[in-house]
């Protein structure tokens, strides 16, 4: 990791300075890797010069941290953030008026790129607040998006001003989705690439808006969607010359399973999209589900939230990813990791060091392991060392970078010295920004 020589200019002054600043970024870059968040922070209080090295730091490592901000002041957990607000790159907001956030001024957040509002009120005069801020944006996430005037149109009010926008995800309880109608859906984006459009609602109304959203926006790669959606629009669906790399569909409920087999397929042989991306947040997974999935074409990834105990996850041999909320449901985790050879990302909620050990000694495409909670109370309990020898006797096996919570790769790091072995590699999980449907964001990513 660097910082970038673009920053080498924080540590130049013709100015006598402490010893310390003699040092160059890459030395920063060493010491600073021994610490923790909450000391990177304290140590940039100490002076303005301090901040700069520190804040460029935190804005390249700690790239997947979405920083909250509230009426007054911006945190990450219990740790206020408001000196470093220039080199955040994501932020999110939840249950506000938006022009009472007063420190939302785009002078103070240069580096902004995405943006999570959740039950969020939207005024014309917050969103004059914010316009600049929204040009700068490359990823905007909306849950359930409101508007003071019920006159208020959601593309001349709010998405005009989102000229960079390449993510645009909406999660709505109803429709219409945003604003008093959906004319927004009959606009071009063009650099919009992933798209997410899912709501919540009993009857058979539908957008037929969507239909010329996706005759005009054909530079979309990734569509995510839940399966009411899907079934309710599988006519537009059809029709459509849409061509998606990916479709993340979120199962609503169990019962609807065996109604979107059949049109899913078919929309996969019509080439709509290559890969099909399965999200069980909520419904309970049983074994005749797993079977059931083998029949989806292109199916790639799972997310599994709650599952019944003894489940063999093995007949799915095209995963390529694979999000484990409770691993203590699976059976012979072993032989899992033998049979998903084409496995090369997996993700747990909550695990032991022995959920670990199986996939890394059967599983040669897997590179990215995410534990989001290690179950271990010591962080010594990750021995990189064992799982590098035991990585190393795979044939063709690809090097594996693990990403943990912050304090177990400190652990490692200062029991060990090092967190590369050559196979197996400790990184923190706040560096990885490809992990997002774990981080309490509940989007199709």
Same mark, same amino acid.
């Given at each position: 990791?660097?910082?970038? @020589?673009?920053?080498a200019?924080?540590?130049r002054?013709?100015? @006598? ?9 890459? #030395? ?26 520190a +804040? ?5 490592? *700690? ?11 911006i945190y ?5 953030? !408001?000196e ?12 506000? %008026?938006?022009? #009472?956030? /007063? ?30 801020i %929204? =040009? ?20 001349? @009010? ?11 995800c ?18 071009? *984006?063009p ?8 709501? *919540?609602? *009993?009857?058979?109304?539908?957008? &037929? ?43 609503? @409920?169990?019962?609807?399973? &065996?109604?979107?087999? &059949? ?6 042989? /019509?080439?709509?999209? /290559?890969?099909? #991306? ?8 049983d074994? +005749?589900?797993v079977?059931g ?11 599994? +939230?709650?599952?019944?105990? =003894?489940? &063999?996850?093995?007949?799915l041999? +095209? ?31 909550d ?16 590179t ?9 109370? !010591? ?18 096996a ?7 919570e ?33 981080? =309490?964001?509940?989007?199709l990513?």
């Amino acid at each position: 990791m660097s910082v970038g @020589s673009a920053s080498a200019d924080v540590i130049r002054n013709n100015q @006598s300075q402490a010893e310390i600043f003699k040092l160059k970024i890459d #030395h920063f870059e060493e010491l600073f890797d021994w610490l923790s968040l909450n000391n990177l922070v304290a140590l940039s209080k100490t002076c303005k010069r301090m901040q700069r090295i520190a +804040g460029y730091y935190i804005k390249t490592t *700690y790239a997947a941290v979405k920083f909250n901000c509230f009426f007054t002041s911006i945190y990450v957990r219990d740790l206020k953030m !408001d000196e470093l607000s220039s080199y955040m790159k994501k932020l999110a907001y939840d249950q506000c %008026l938006i022009e #009472h956030v /007063r420190h939302m001024r785009a002078d103070q957040f240069k580096s902004v790129t995405e943006i999570r509002l959740r039950n969020v009120t939207f005024s014309d005069v917050g969103i004059s607040r914010i316009k600049e801020i %929204l =040009g700068q944006l490359e990823t905007v996430k909306l849950i359930n998006p409101r508007f003071t005037s019920p006159n208020q149109e959601f593309y001349v @009010s709010f998405l005009q001003y989102c000229t960079n926008v390449k993510k645009l995800c909406i999660q709505s309880m109803k429709i219409p989705i945003v604003g008093r109608d959906n004319g927004w859906l009959l606009r071009q *984006y063009p650099t919009l690439e992933h798209f997410e459009l899912t709501y *919540y609602e *009993y009857g058979n109304r539908t957008v &037929d808006e969507l239909a010329e959203f996706f005759e005009q926006n054909t530079n979309i790669k990734t569509f995510a969607t839940n399966t009411d959606i899907i079934l309710k629009h599988k006519n537009i669906f059809k029709n459509t010359k849409a061509k998606w790399d990916v479709l993340s569909v979120q199962w609503n @409920s169990i019962f609807k399973f &065996d109604w979107s087999l &059949d049109i899913l397929n078919e929309l996969h042989e /019509r080439g709509l999209f /290559r890969q099909l #991306h399965v999200y069980f947040d909520e419904s309970y997974l049983d074994q +005749g589900t797993v079977n059931g999935l083998t029949s989806f074409n292109g199916l790639t990834k799972l997310f599994i +939230g709650p599952m019944k105990n =003894g489940i &063999d996850l093995s007949p799915l041999i +095209g995963l390529k990813q694979l999000h484990i909320l409770m691993t203590d449901n699976i059976t012979n985790k072993s032989i899992l990791a033998e049979t998903l050879v084409n496995l090369e990302f997996i993700q747990f909620v909550d695990a032991r060091v022995d959920d670990i050990h199986p996939f890394i000694r059967f599983s040669p495409n897997l590179t990215k392991i995410s534990v989001c909670h290690l179950k271990e109370k !010591d962080g010594h309990t990750l021995n990189i060392e064992q799982l590098n020898k035991e990585r190393s006797k795979l044939s063709n096996a690809r090097k594996v970078t693990i990403y943990v919570e912050e304090h177990v790769y400190l652990a490692v790091k200062w029991a060990k010295n090092q967190t590369n072995r050559g196979f197996i590699e400790i990184k923190r999980s706040a560096s990885c920004d490809t992990l997002n449907h774990m981080q =309490g964001t509940n989007f199709l990513l």
